[in-house]
């Protein structure tokens, strides 16, 4: 199984700074049409998955242009370029390449 | 709007079986994949099971895989998931998810129903 490895697992933030949430896998998610299939997961407190980034770096319709996703290969990341109050949550990244499809153990962002 | 309304859970004791359903609507239920993601208590997501638009391709996790069987009925709009021989570790809250395509080879779920707790213990 493709092994999907996130850090940092906690992120305290304070308001209006960056943050970041790298994701690496164990082996390459090129997909043999060329797409790459990582997906970044929000999941707000008590709240069902919301997926903001899809193929590495498409924001989904919605997602507040703070989000961003970047990334090849192995290594990926999802920045938000200024922490808000709704961005706490839990946030996953999700490789749907290879089966079984495997998600990051999650990154729990909370503000300081 | 897209909805997808899980239901079915409970609790169950372990060896026991149970049948989820997720009730989909506000898009074209046959023409996409859909997949069923757990979480267990306080722990991450797994992904569990995955159908094909037509239902012929099915594919599961090494976890659950000949416990638990996925079907769809498109006539109805409606995913299953018949899961047996239960056990403590497959408690959870069980989400319905729905893909982008139509097939199984790939995965990017982009709307979730709001899941369905799964609790096995005697």
């Known amino acids: 199984d493709v092994v999907m490895t996130q850090s940092p697992l906690s992120l305290p933030v304070t308001l209006g700074q960056p943050a970041s949430i790298s994701c690496r896998s164990s082996q390459s998610l090129v997909y043999s049409d060329g797409n790459i299939y990582l997906n970044w997961f929000q999941q707000r407190p008590g709240q069902s998955p919301r997926r903001l980034i899809y193929k590495v770096s498409n924001r989904d319709s919605g997602v507040p242009d703070r989000f961003s996703g970047r990334g090849s290969g192995t290594d990926f990341t999802l920045k938000i370029s200024r922490v808000e109050a709704e961005d706490v949550g839990i946030y996953y990244c999700m490789q749907g390449t290879h089966w079984p499809w495997t998600f990051g153990q999650g990154t729990k962002v909370e503000i300081k | 709007e897209v909805q997808l309304l899980g239901s079915g859970g409970g609790l169950v004791q372990p060896g026991g079986s149970l049948r989820l359903s997720c009730a989909a609507s506000?898009?074209?239920?046959?023409?996409?994949?859909m997949s069923w993601v757990r979480q267990a208590p306080g722990k991450g997501l797994e992904w569990v099971s995955a159908?094909?638009?037509?239902?012929?391709?099915?594919y599961y996790a090494g976890s659950v895989k000949g416990r638990f069987t996925i079907s769809r009925d498109n006539s109805k709009n409606m995913l299953y998931m018949q899961m047996n021989s239960l056990r403590a570790e497959d408690t959870a809250v069980y989400y319905c998810?729905?893909?982008?395509?139509?097939?199984?080879?790939?995965?990017?779920?982009?709307?979730w129903g709001q899941g369905t707790l799964v609790t096995v213990s005697s």
């Open positions: 998810a729905k893909d982008v395509n139509w097939n199984i080879a790939m995965a990017s779920f982009d709307y």
């Open positions: 506000g898009f074209s239920f046959s023409s996409y994949a």
């Open positions: 159908i094909s638009d037509t239902g012929d391709d099915t």
